[in-house]
């Protein structure tokens, strides 16, 4: 990518000591010749002794005022573990610690005086490199009393939660917002090419790293880094699958103002079969520290769900779907983190859903209704932080909870609600969701019925739950 797009302020530097950990690079998995590899695409290479200080200033100091339309890419010769006797160009000492004595004659092998007062290293260890603004989930806002606005025109047009990606990324950006977005070659299915679209100056801001979702995720780290609000795309299975360690190392455990958006979540990906539906990305974001979690139900709670990303700092992680649905709210729809609407109010049983999952609610309420069986029904948008506070009033109230998700059972909101019942409120939970299973090809409404996510089965898993009061 680097050389693609002659980014000539981009410098490397690969620690080339040869060895890795189960012996020497040669023997185990030789690299070749690795600087001719980077020239082959598009850099300028440079070999410097990697512990020859002053070679190594001159040689940045080079690349620094060098501007000739291609990346810098410094193969740093080393040492692994030079200077001390006992380390020096041994493989077994990747990841293990010195015991006291060793620790000792290491520093006595590299000329330590024991002058150090301490201050230096504790003042070191209790540095932040990055502070997302020490934003804490745990104390997110509430979302008010007040009622949901909800969608009053029944000949709306069905909308895909993703159709709101792109425009509403333009609509962040036209406000002065420094928004970005990094796309992994699916611009025009996740519509992050809509933003690229609005003005020439939006085609700058996204950056299309190719069927690469791992390279996706460290670019957009790297752009939060440089004061942007990054955005990334690709498919879900892809977004938070492929890419999971970046989004683990890199984004969540530096806290970085990074917001992973994918689409095609869920068996509503439909057709495209088993191996593109993805049913455990709520799970693998929900597990992450420093990451909140969206989980939008229609267009409108998409586009607010991408706009109160932008305006979260840290991580966050908001899932949108491809299968054009009903709409459920109206346009003006704001939401807060650890926040939920309330739907429907009863007293027999408790239905807490979200994402597509919530018109299927809905209308398993209306059909309960009319059986004379009365719901509470909350839409638990934000599964991280889960509204607690509404779960638990409402389980109070009825005395039985059915979650409905587009997602695997295990890991996801139905987790969420059972961990938080579990220390405060115990009581009986029907989950609806795909147990344990991979989806296949089919048509959204078919694969819901079939794996028993559609309205008849939140209705006949809410008679169960009764029962079991």
Known sequence: MGGCHKLDSLVAIV??????????????????????????????????????????????????????????????????????SFMENEAGWHGKAPNASQLQ???????????????????????????????????????????????TDPDLPKKATRAAFGVTLAELADKGLPIVAVEADLSGSTTTAKFAAAKPEYAK?????????????????????????????????????????????????????????????????????????????ISLMRSLPNMRVLVPADYAEAAAAIRLAAATPGPVYVRMGRESVPCVYADDTELVLGGSFKLREGADATIVACGLEVREALIAADQLAEQGIHVDLIDAYSVKPLDAQAVIASARKTG??????????????????????????????????????????????????????????????????????
């Open 15 to 84: 620690d080339r000591n040869c060895l890795q950990i189960d012996g020497n690079t040669a023997d185990v998995c030789d690299p070749g010749d690795v600087a001719a590899k980077f020239a082959a695409f598009g850099w300028e290479t440079t070999e410097v002794d990697g512990h020859d200080i002053e070679a190594l200033i001159a040689t940045l100091s080079a690349a620094k005022s060098t501007r000739a339309g291609k990346p810098h890419a410094i193969i740093a010769r080393t040492v692994k573990g030079k200077g001390v």
């Open 205 to 281: 801001r996204l950056f299309n790293c190719g069927i690469a979702e791992q390279n996706m995720t460290d670019v957009a780290a790297g752009l939060s880094l440089a004061g942007n609000i990054a955005f990334t795309g690709s498919f879900a299975v892809f977004g938070t699958g492929r890419a999971y360690d970046q989004i683990r190392n890199t984004v969540c455990y530096s806290n970085l103002n990074v917001k992973i958006t994918p689409t095609h979540a869920g068996i509503s990906v439909g057709p495209d079969g088993g191996s593109h539906q993805m049913l455990e990305d």
């Open 105 to 151: 004659q290491a520093l006595a092998d590299l000329g330590y005086s024991g002058d150090d007062t301490g201050e230096e290293t504790a003042a070191f260890a209790g540095a932040s490199i990055f502070d997302a603004h020490g934003h804490d989930s745990a104390n997110a806002e509430k979302a008010s009393s007040a009622a949901p606005k909800l969608q």
């Open 400 to 469: 039985c909870v059915v979650t409905a998700e587009e997602h695997s059972v295990i890991g996801g909101l139905g987790s969420a609600v059972a961990e938080t019942l579990a220390q405060t409120c115990p009581a009986p939970i029907e989950f609806i969701g795909m147990h344990d299973k991979f989806g296949k090809s089919g048509g959204y409404a078919e694969l819901s019925a079939h794996f028993k996510m559609d309205a008849a089965a939140i209705a006949d898993a809410v008679k169960t739950v009764i029962a079991r009061k």
